[in-house]
């Protein structure tokens, strides 16, 4: 049996225990919390205080946007609108991306674990 067959095996055995972890997550609130916990905790605090900051200040300018008057007014707040619209997107699709950094270090330790198991079964057959 070589080496592959051995890790096809011993993914098969481990099948039953990865659907469990699956099953175990919750959903979107426990991926959102989860990028407060480890060393980019305070930047990503950050990120969703301007994320929060960004959207208020969007609501605001698209508020005078609609009640404003003459035309050069609504121009000026249509467009700071329009800029904190894009500083919102690009914050959020940061913090998306910290929660996709996030998951994927933790499948990459997940996967750490299981080749860490599979050379200790291959050391005991020897």
Wanted: charged share 20%; aromatic share 12%.
């Amino acid at each position: 049996m070589n080496l592959d067959d051995k890790i096809k095996q011993a993914l098969k055995m481990d099948q039953a225990e990865v659907e469990q972890v699956l099953l175990s997550e919750k959903g979107l609130l426990p991926r959102v919390l989860g990028v407060f916990k480890g060393s980019m905790k305070g930047w990503n605090i950050m990120g969703f205080i301007l994320a929060v900051a960004t959207a208020i200040g969007m609501f605001w300018c698209g508020y005078y946007f609609f009640v404003s008057d003459n035309l050069m007014e609504q121009v000026f707040w249509g467009f700071i609108a329009l800029a904190f619209l894009t500083a919102n997107m690009a914050t959020k699709i940061w913090f998306w991306m910290e929660m996709n950094r996030h998951s994927t270090s933790r499948e990459i330790k997940r996967l750490e674990v299981v080749i860490a198991q599979l050379v200790a079964q291959l050391n005991e057959s020897k």
